[in-house]
């Protein structure tokens, strides 16, 4: 089993050391160094090609995966809970279909409704436009699933009733009441939203043609098939998503603490 865990991650490691000591090498370093040794860290002068390369438009795809992700994880995390919120503790009609109609759209995979997607942009005239790529990600069955289990675990029904006789309405019993009780959940689900987002890139491919809107991962595609033809687009892709690593290692490290209690919640009475 160790054997198992170590292979494990190793597998997930490497690539990491891969892309940190390739992102030091030269064109002339990758043919003279190994895979996991550094070059003559040529760092400084990546970087600098990678923020001035194509008049600066790494720039602007940093601009827009943070609008996308930081953004859309936000808003898409706080609507998530309340739809969550409001199937597990809220009586209306259709409320069963409702969340079952939920746990079918988290059987469907994402790269099908990408097709729907687009047409539906296209009566809206919103392709190649921010929002035909913003508006999709702030819907995710999979983060009202997690917050409907968790605000049947973690908000108590004689909690909101005394909110409700002390004249709360349902708005804000939600946001003073229940809200702060479902933080680690809500956490928990703007990680998997962040991660989803700043990973996004089948939609962004189907929705834009405009190099300006591009995301990271969609921006870094682009320019590893033109490095297939051009060796210099090289050094430029792999220091690009080294960069492109970090907000989502920062992320998992500020807010481990309550990511794993959202996760750990419930699984001891």
Known sequence: MHVLLVLA????VLPLVWLVTSSTKSLADFSTTSAFEFGEWNLGANLT???TQDGGVFLAWVRNSVLYAVVGAVLGALIC???GYAIEKLEFPGRRALFALTLTGVLVPSTALALPLYLLATELRVVDTFWAVFLPLLTNPF???LARVYA??????????????DGAGELRT???????MMRPGLVTVFLFQFVGIWNNFFLPLVMLT?????PMSLGLYHWSTRANHFVQYTPLVITG????VVPLVLAFVVLQRQWRSGLAFGSVK
């Open 143 to 145: 983060g009202v699933y």
């Open 152 to 165: 049947s675990a973690a908000v108590p029904d004689e909690v909101l009733e005394a909110a409700r006789i």
């Open 49 to 51: 090609a990678l923020f």
């Open 210 to 214: 405009d190099p300006d809107l591009f």
């Open 174 to 180: 939600f946001a003073t009441v229940a809200l702060p």
């Open 9 to 12: 991650a190793l597998y997930s």
């Open 241 to 244: 998503s080294l960069l492109a």
């Open 81 to 83: 809970t309340a739809c």
